[in-house]
């Protein structure tokens, strides 16, 4: 009776930390799973080009993306525009490919293309079949080496700058409101300050000297990263771009631009006459804490609580409980997200309301989510917060066949020259407490570290007198 009663007991102990076993397994699984892990293989060429390989084997398909370190921002002051135009003169022409032959080899070969500008870099990419890498990787080579600048073709992109602001700025409502306007307001230092689609008067002054001086300083390979993602052999990829890109000499850098930006001690207000514009809007800024500070995570999980979807608190407060408006939205870099820019930036949202007599008691609604917000934190919203951000990190890095990816490798590896920083983002916003969120609070949501733009809509006045 006692043996079998014991033996019972020591099965009963068993079973237990069997299934104690099992679950702690399951645990490791689960953990492991969700630790999902970018490859990088990250080096530099010896002209200095910096390259990092992603391998990615979920669709036959390869991703090609070059940025280059000049923006928007470090552009020369007397050349407001220059950088956006070169992004345009990239595509008229190298020494294997004519004008406009660039774009029809890669659509030809079932791949997309495209190139933009930002606050610190110009970018190009392409997706591609995976088989295709080798002819992407020889014709960005190819412009990356030498552009057939013509005065014809240097003409031509003047006419298609100038009208590109004047169709997307000049002649709509809310033509560059608040992502072009908001830096001139907000900003002292010129470099972030000025505007950035660029002077009509200094495009139209621009010649084939100033062009060409452009191309050899800023377009060098010692002033370029290249990512490459996807369905792609590590080996040969590298020999290819060894190939390619080895022999292109590299440029005498200029000195890097002070892009600081002064501490802001008074709050901001201005008014811009739109007539265009059929209601008022408003758009708020706050200049960010220097990146890669814990401050800097801070905010990216407050810009979670206070903006991001429908249970984000001046969402709840502006559209849900006031009525005051159905489109509030915004974020860190309205031009990219808030890991791909490397100097000052700002915090910023924007919405249109319906009634201008509505404008102080939206304020007052605004001051009230904003003054309440410090004692409000608490580790459970931090928690929820970096679930969102979580999910928009994933989708950033996972979608389009992983230009997401491709981006926050060049980005890092041009602003850090450590593109595995892909792989610490979840835990350097994991590791900001309450006291870093209220301290960061204090410091940069302060109303005297905040500009306010107010959008006059001259075409609803007009409507009102007729």
Same mark, same amino acid.
């Given at each position: ?12 102990? !068993? ?32 002209? &200095? ?5 992603? =391998? ?17 921002? +470090? ?27 660039? %774009? ?7 791949? %997309? ?34 552009? +057939? ?21 000049? /002649?709509?409502?809310?033509? &560059? ?17 000025? /505007? ?10 621009? +010649? ?52 600081? =930006? ?19 809007? !408003? ?21 979670? %609580? ?12 502006? =559209? +849900? ?40 008691? %939206? ?8 003054? &309440?917000?410090?004692?409000? *934190?608490?580790?459970?919203? !931090? ?51 309450? =006291? ?18 107010? *959008? /006059? ?10």
């Amino acid at each position: 009776m006692n043996t079998r009663s014991g033996l019972m007991r020591l099965g009963a102990l !068993l079973t237990f930390l069997l299934l104690i076993s099992s679950c702690e397994t399951e645990k490791s699984k689960e953990a492991t799973a969700s630790k999902f892990e970018v490859p990088v293989t990250y080096y530099t060429l010896d002209n &200095g080009l910096k390259v990092i390989l992603s =391998e990615d084997t979920t669709s036959p398909t390869a991703i090609v993306a070059v940025y280059y370190n000049i923006g928007f921002r +470090n552009e020369p002051r007397d050349r407001t525009g220059f950088a956006h135009l070169f992004e345009h003169m990239m595509f008229q022409g190298s020494d294997n490919l004519g004008k406009m032959e660039f %774009i029809k080899l890669v659509q030809e070969n079932g791949g %997309i293309l495209n190139g933009s500008t930002r606050f610190d870099f110009t970018n190009y990419f392409e997706i591609v079949p995976s088989h295709k890498l080798e002819t992407m990787l020889w014709a960005e080579a190819d412009r990356m080496k030498g552009l +057939n600048i013509t005065q014809e073709s240097l003409e031509n992109q003047q006419g298609v700058v100038k009208n590109e602001v004047k169709v997307n700025v000049l /002649n709509q409502p809310y033509g &560059g409101f608040p992502w072009l306007d908001m830096p001139q307001y907000a900003n002292e230092n010129w470099y972030n300050a000025h /505007n950035f689609y660029g002077d009509l008067e200094d495009l139209d002054a621009a +010649n084939l000297e100033d062009v060409s001086s452009f191309f050899k300083t800023f377009y060098a390979p010692n002033n370029a990263a290249i990512s490459v993602v996807g369905d792609i052999d590590i080996a040969q990829t590298k020999a290819w771009i060894e190939t390619y890109f080895g022999s292109i000499p590299a440029a005498t850098l200029p000195e890097v631009p002070d892009i600081s =930006e002064a501490r802001q001690e008074k709050e901001k207000y201005f008014m811009k006459n739109d007539s265009l514009a059929n209601k008022p809007a !408003l758009a708020l800024a706050y200049h960010m804490p220097e990146r890669n500070t814990p401050e800097y995570y801070a905010m990216g999980l407050l810009d979670q %609580i206070l903006i991001q979807g429908d249970n984000s608190l001046l969402v709840q407060k502006l =559209e +849900n409980e006031m009525g005051f408006a159905s489109d509030v939205s915004g974020g860190i870099n309205y031009l990219g997200n808030m890991f791909n820019y490397k100097g000052p930036m700002l915090w910023m949202y924007d919405f249109t309301f319906d009634n201008p007599e509505s404008k102080e008691a %939206i304020m007052q609604s605004i001051d009230t989510v904003m003054t &309440g917000l410090r004692d409000q *934190v608490d580790q459970q919203m !931090l928690d929820q917060a970096i679930v969102k951000i979580r999910s928009q990190l994933y989708d950033d890095i996972g979608g389009t066949f992983g230009l997401g990816r491709a981006d926050l490798l060049c980005s890092f590896a041009l602003f850090d020259d450590n593109p595995n920083r892909i792989n610490t983002l979840e835990d350097e916003f994991k590791k900001v407490d309450v =006291e870093t969120v209220q301290r960061t609070i204090d410091n940069y949501l302060r109303s005297s570290n905040r500009t306010v733009l107010e *959008v /006059n809509p001259l075409l609803a006045a007009n409507e009102k007198i007729q």
